[in-house]
């Protein structure tokens, strides 16, 4: 690093991925060095932490897992649009699956930072599991009720938010700390990845098979990323913490906000996107059922859409770290999201939702990414678990939130009018950048 500022090139080695000095000798007997820099692509940056055979064992088991978990939730959805559901209740499906995040994501941040992010992993996994099983049960024992189906999905929920904190947290350990910005990418695009893939196939299956099927698919994805962590998870380390003291952890946790300035004003720019965004897919089954007259092929595939309009967010975000600051990054980011929102209000049929529905998925991974990734730096190492833990809480858990309001604003009202409302809610979150800066 010192060679290169005092040749005055005033970039850092890691921009590049090859330099070459040669040497040689001129007709005066004096020797000239040359240095030939290969400026790495932007791409190659985003996917550099799948290099690591851990993260790459890993992120692909997180993956998948998110793709059964994607199915299931529209095989539970498709039991509640057929048993003639309310708005509301329909709308409850995706809040029964992240309102855990509000309740129990610390929790699952004050047990990782406890017993180690390996064992807290493999226990929610067993979770998951069971939900599973309890999906499968439903047919032969005639549970096929809403709350029943609710239920479930709650309990599916707490599963993810006791383990989404250990899985972040992880990539301290995972990945070299140049390369913490990427993964943080590269973790948002295979959940939106799955988000489309899994919901499809949830579709497909519901439509041909039946909603059990789709818990099916989840329960041998569980599976799988479980033999992915048992393999390459890093072994719990030693903890000094008092283990009885899990109600003063979580009192430690709720003072990082406080102590760290720039933590607090990431999560409170995460709350405010996450309400007015939980519009997006807690309104999205109503839309299929009421607008278009949809099946479940017609939700997996909108679903599918705002998942490839997030994965494809991962190409485009080098380019414009490259380019913007991150303040004008989570700007382009908002106003994406809030101008879907827009559109959702007045969008006539499903073709006209592709475009829409595009920007929103991209609009969506480039503020998660912006905001998580800089919550990864801040993050003292001690309670690393916790602070993502609160990030979660900010994002999905208040997401979950908004969707509540706004899916009894769409029972109450309109749906067209709740999007309306949602995407001009959403705007004051390009202002508060003033009060509350992340960098």
């Not at 209740?89 to 129990?104: C, D, H, K, W």
């Not at 990414?369 to 003292?380: I, K």
């Amino acid at each position: 690093m010192a060679l290169f500022k005092r040749a005055g090139l005033g970039v850092s080695p890691s921009s590049f991925t090859r330099f070459q000095i040669s040497v040689e000798l001129n007709s005066d007997r004096l020797v000239t060095m040359s240095v030939t820099l290969s400026r790495a692509s932007h791409l190659s940056f985003a996917f550099r932490p799948l290099s690591s055979k851990p993260f790459r064992g890993l992120w692909l088991g997180d993956f998948l897992s998110n793709v059964g978990l994607g199915a299931q939730t529209v095989g539970i959805t498709w039991i509640l649009i057929k048993n003639d559901a309310g708005a509301a209740l329909i709308a409850g499906a995706n809040v029964a699956f992240t309102i855990p995040m509000l309740f129990f994501s610390l929790a699952g941040g004050v047990l990782a930072d406890l017993y180690g992010y390996r064992s807290v992993q493999l226990y929610t996994q067993a979770l998951m599991c069971l939900a599973s099983f309890l999906i499968i049960l439903m047919a032969p024992l005639d549970l096929s009720s809403n709350w029943y189906a609710l239920g479930v999905a709650f309990l599916v929920g707490t599963a993810v938010a006791l383990r989404t904190p250990a899985w972040l947290a992880s990539f301290r350990s995972l990945v070299p700390t140049d390369d913490l910005a990427a993964a943080v990418t590269l973790n948002s695009m295979e959940v939106n990845l799955a988000r489309a893939i899994g919901p499809a196939l949830g579709g497909v299956l519901t439509a041909f098979l039946s909603p059990a099927s789709t818990a099916i698919v989840n329960l041998a994805a569980a599976a799988f990323f479980t033999l992915m962590v048992l393999r390459f998870s890093p072994c719990p380390s030693r903890h000094t913490h008092n283990r009885q003291d899990l109600s003063g952890l979580m009192l430690e946790a709720l003072r990082i906000p406080t102590a760290n300035p720039l933590v607090r004003n990431v999560l409170i720019r995460m709350a405010c996107i996450g309400f007015s965004s939980g519009a997006i897919l807690s309104l999205l089954p109503v839309v299929s059922s009421v607008r278009f007259g949809g099946s479940a092929l017609v939700l997996g595939s909108l679903l599918f859409i705002f998942g490839i309009g997030a994965a494809s967010a991962t190409v485009t975000l080098p380019l414009l770290r490259s380019r913007l600051t991150p303040e004008g990054i989570l700007t382009l980011g908002t106003l994406s999201l809030s101008f879907s929102l827009f559109c959702f209000a007045v969008v006539p049929s499903w073709a006209a939702a592709i475009l829409p529905l595009f920007l929103c998925g991209m609009g969506w991974l480039t503020v998660n990414s912006t905001l998580g990734g800089t919550l990864h730096f801040l993050a003292a190492t001690n309670l690393h678990a916790r602070t993502l833990a609160l990030y979660t809480t900010a994002g999905v858990g208040v997401s979950a939130g908004g969707g509540i309001v706004w899916g009894l604003m769409a029972q109450h009202t309109d749906v067209g009018l709740a999007f309306l409302a949602a995407g001009l809610l959403l705007l004051p979150s390009c202002g508060i950048r003033v009060f509350f800066p992340v960098h």
